[in-house]
């Protein structure tokens, strides 16, 4: 029987969605679980992205923040200004609009069976926390597991708890530090003092290893400088990018940077094909990803 597909309308027509909850996880970051009423997101995958549409306010993109998408999305937004501002102000049960998926998402065909390490600075986590779920998820089809996650202060550590988990898992070496320690920690002597780049030096990452990172965009060029270091080639080295967006679907061209459309040729892009976009990854930008 022919499957008929339910995303029938005008791609530039938001789908509807209630909140279902919201879970504060520090002081400006909250976790939404959105319930789809129509349209299908199933197909959302790891490093893709969905526009949020709040009526009368905008659109912004959002990173898919869990593996699995069914009849609910889960979104971790930081409140920086008119459209999260404005969704910050809403509760459960009141409704906003969904486009999307959107992008290329993290290639998790190319990472299959090779050791992965996945590296998080500040809200990088939402996208990295679909694909370390993903990864854990599918666990048998990955060699090593690596996980680097990075802040500037130990209170905006995202995800407390579900990494409190991870950090009891045998199959997963876990590297998280802050800039700034204060207040309550993971258990003893899982959160260090320092930066991305430091946790990097400690992890037994080597040439083997395929890369994801999301952070912000001054980070990239010293995880990279780190990674190269340690004999990781540039083709193994995924990166997501981000670019202020509109449409999403190349229409646009707000995205339009070095000759990509980020929103559909990324976000995530390999190393390799960054060379012809220098200040991608040395550019002042937003702490979010
Ligand atoms: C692929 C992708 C994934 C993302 N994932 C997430 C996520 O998971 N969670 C999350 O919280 N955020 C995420 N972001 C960032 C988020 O989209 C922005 O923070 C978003 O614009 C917030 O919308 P806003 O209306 O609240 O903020 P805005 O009012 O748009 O302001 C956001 C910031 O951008 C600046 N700004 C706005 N417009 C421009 C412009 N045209 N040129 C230069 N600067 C501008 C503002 O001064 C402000 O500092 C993602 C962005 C991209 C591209
Ligand atoms: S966001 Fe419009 S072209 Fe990319």
Same mark, same amino acid.
């Given at each position: ?8 309308? =005008? ?7 209630? %909140?279902? =909850? ?12 959105? !319930?789809?009423?129509?349209?299908? +997101?199933?197909?959302?995958? #790891? ?7 709040? #009526? ?6 959002? =990173? ?32 906003? $609009? ?25 809200? &990088? ?7 370390? !779920?993903? @990864? ?11 996980? %680097?996650? $990075? ?7 995202? +995800? ?14 876990? +590297?998280?530090? /802050? ?24 992890? #037994?990452?080597?040439? =083997?290893?395929?890369? /994801?990172?999301?952070?912000?965009? @001054? ?27 509109? *449409?999403?679907? $190349?229409?646009? &061209?707000?995205?339009?940077? &070095?000759?990509?459309?980020? *929103?559909? !040729? ?11 976009? #220098?200040?991608?990854?040395? *550019?002042?930008?937003?702490?979010? *990803?």
């Amino acid at each position: 029987m022919l499957k008929v597909k339910q995303n029938l309308q =005008s791609p530039f027509i938001p789908h509807w969605a209630i %909140i279902r =909850s919201i879970t504060n996880l520090s002081e400006d970051n909250t976790l939404f679980e959105l !319930q789809i009423e129509d349209g299908d +997101f199933s197909e959302c995958k #790891p490093g893709q992205f969905v526009q949020l549409w709040l #009526p009368g306010v905008g659109e912004s993109p959002i =990173s898919v923040c869990s593996a699995k998408v069914g009849e609910t999305i889960e979104l971790c937004i930081r409140r920086v200004g008119r459209v999260t501002n404005a969704l910050f102000l809403l509760n459960e049960g009141e409704r906003v $609009g969904l486009r999307g998926p959107f992008g290329t998402g993290f290639p998790l065909e190319k990472y299959k069976g090779k050791n992965l390490c996945l590296i998080a600075g500040g809200l &990088g986590i939402a996208p990295i926390r679909s694909l370390l !779920q993903h @990864v854990l998820l599918n666990r048998e089809d990955y060699g090593k597991l690596i996980l %680097i996650y $990075g802040l500037r202060h130990s209170a905006q550590l995202l +995800f407390r708890h579900e990494l409190k988990h991870v950090l009891r898992r045998r199959d997963i070496e876990v +590297f998280i530090s /802050a800039e700034e320690i204060r207040g309550p920690d993971l258990p003893p002597m899982s959160m260090q003092l320092g930066r991305v780049t430091d946790m990097l030096s400690l992890a #037994p990452v080597d040439e =083997s290893y395929e890369i /994801a990172i999301c952070g912000p965009p @001054v980070m990239y060029k010293y995880v990279v400088q780190g990674l190269k270091a340690k004999g990781v080639k540039e083709n193994s080295i995924w990166l997501s990018l981000e670019r202020h967006m509109k *449409c999403g679907m $190349g229409k646009c &061209g707000h995205c339009f940077v &070095g000759g990509r459309f980020t *929103c559909m !040729q990324g976000p995530v892009f390999n190393l390799t094909e960054l060379r012809f976009l #220098p200040e991608a990854i040395e *550019c002042e930008g937003t702490e979010s *990803c």
